[in-house]
């Protein structure tokens, strides 16, 4: 599986999801929690980032404005936490003898 980088997750967090899905085919637990744990790092991040621009930037900026930037900033911290528990949770399967 490709691992997501910081430039996917928002515009493209559909189709990663929908890549996300289709894991059962290669049969990699190993790929999934290393996808997950990137997900999870990436979103964290953005969530910093954001955090810090909402603290440093908006001072000037009318409530709706900012009520955007603070949902952008509950998607990522969500995202992230639930990439983290996910990956926790993926444990490789044993394999089904033929």
Do not use: C
Request: glycine share 4%; no cysteine; charged share 30%.
């Amino acid at each position: 599986m490709v691992d997501a980088d910081r430039l996917d997750v928002v515009p493209r967090l559909d189709e990663l999801l929908l890549r996300l899905s289709f894991q059962h085919v290669l049969d990699d637990p190993a790929a999934v929690r290393r996808f997950l744990n990137t997900l999870a790092a990436i979103a964290a991040d953005g969530a910093r980032r954001l955090r810090q621009y909402l603290r440093t930037s908006t001072t000037t900026y009318p409530a709706g404005a900012i009520l955007a930037l603070e949902a952008g900033l509950n998607t990522y911290e969500s995202l992230s936490r639930w990439a983290a528990l996910e990956a926790k949770r993926a444990r490789p399967r044993a394999r089904r003898r033929s």
